[in-house]
Nanobody
Framework: QVQLVESGGGLVQAGGSLRLSCAASGGTFNVYTMGWFRQAPGKDREFVATISWSGGRRNYRDSVKGRFTISRDNAKNTVYLQMNSLKPQDTAVYYC????????????????WGQGTQVTVSS
């Protein structure tokens, strides 16, 4: 059983930056594809970014390409999401997740989830 704990959320002005972290425990971190999702009030949870176990493959939703960067440190069992040039529409609860599948962009592909961290971007 893998436990995931997100941190780094907060309130930031439009154009600012935040770095989210997700610490994993209870499993073999470097076998998992890791992903970030987000859910805004009244909306469905949506894919943000994913990274393969080695870090060699990364995918992003179109609206965050060029602004967000996903990375991982397998020695620290941690995945990160660097978010730059934040926009009010990025406001949401951000979740990290772990998947045993090699390629995973759908929420149903993921086996384990964190509790989420709130990101609020003011205009």
């Amino acid at each position: 059983q893998v436990q995931l704990v997100e941190s780094g959320g907060g309130l930031v002005q439009a154009g600012g930056s935040l770095r989210l972290s997700c610490a994993a425990s209870g499993g073999t971190f470097n076998v998992y594809t890791m992903g970030w999702f987000r859910q805004a009030p009244g909306k469905d949870r949506e894919f943000v970014a994913t990274i393969s176990w080695s870090g060699g493959r990364r995918n992003y939703r179109d609206s965050v390409k060029g602004r967000f960067t996903i990375s991982r440190d397998n020695a620290k069992n941690t995945v990160y999401l660097q978010m730059n040039s934040l926009k009010p529409q990025d406001t949401a609860v951000y979740y990290c997740a772990a998947a045993l599948k090699w390629s995973a962009e759908a929420a149903d592909d993921y086996n384990y989830w964190g509790q989420g961290t709130q990101v609020t971007v003011s205009s």
